[in-house]
T-cell receptor
Framework: KNEVEQSPQNLTAQEGEFITINCSYS?????LHWLQQHPGGGIVSLFM???GKKKHGRLIATINIQEKHSSLHITASHPRDSAVYIC???????????FGEGTQLTVNP | EPEVTQTPSHQVTQMGQEVILRCVPISNHLYFYWYRQILGQKVEFLVS????????KSEIFDDQFSVERPDGSNFTLKIRSTKLEDSAMYFC?????????????FGSGTRLTVV
């Protein structure tokens, strides 16, 4: 069983739709990271969470530590949001990141 | 916005050759990392480096791999004798601190192809 599970694996949406990507993990963590990877391969950090909720523009990330679950929401999605969104956890035993498989998001105009 | 810089962006090498991948982390960061992503797979941790020594390494990071911070600015990953299965995107990352208090900044990656 993977330590970090994301769902869905693939998501296609129409421009303007509200998007939710889910992440569950099985280990004790000090933080959870949401990252974005574009087709060229580069990774951009979106959020780091250890509790509660964070918002940046149209992106919202939430985490429930008791349930070991996090969600990334995108409001009013746009074609430029098309990318792979990756959940990664920083375990309490160290600072290394353990990555999920990623969610490929495609937003059509 | 400070950046983590990786060079080269692409490298093609013959099997059995040595390669050095270079990274310049953000100047006030203290923790440095190498990750790799084989095509179509998830990103995997290789090694973390703090205070001029390896702080953690994965099972992947065997004797053919080594890391170095030779001059206080560069952070290098050396693969001694490359194998076909070393073909991957290698990401360098740095952080101001560890364990959940500071975010990561990733470089844009080096795509290594072993032929």
């Amino acid at each position: 069983k993977n330590e970090v599970e994301q769902s869905p694996q693939n998501l296609t949406a129409q421009e303007g739709e509200f998007i939710t990507i889910n992440c569950s993990y099985s280990v004790g963590i000090s933080a959870l990271h949401w990252l974005q990877q574009h087709p060229g391969g580069g990774i951009v950090s979106l959020f780091m969470l250890s509790s509660g909720k964070k918002k940046h523009g149209r992106l919202i990330a939430t985490i429930n530590i008791q349930e070991k679950h996090s969600s990334l929401h995108i409001t009013a999605s746009h074609p430029r949001d098309s990318a792979v969104y990756i959940c990664a956890v920083e375990e309490t035993s160290g600072s290394r990141l353990t990555f999920g498989e990623g969610t490929q998001l495609t937003v059509n105009p | 916005e400070p950046e983590v810089t990786q060079t080269p962006s692409h490298q093609v090498t013959q099997m059995g050759q040595e390669v050095i991948l270079r990274c310049v982390p953000i100047s006030n960061h203290l923790y440095f990392y190498w990750y790799r992503q084989i095509l179509g797979q998830k990103v995997e941790f290789l090694v973390s480096f703090y205070n001029n020594e390896i702080s953690e390494k994965s099972e992947i990071f065997d004797d053919q791999f080594s890391v170095e911070r030779p001059d206080g600015s560069n952070f290098t990953l050396k693969i001694r004798s490359t194998k076909l299965e070393d073909s991957a995107m290698y990401f360098c990352a740095s952080s101001q601190g560890g364990a959940g208090y500071y975010g990561y900044t990733f470089g844009s990656g080096t795509r290594l192809t072993v032929v």
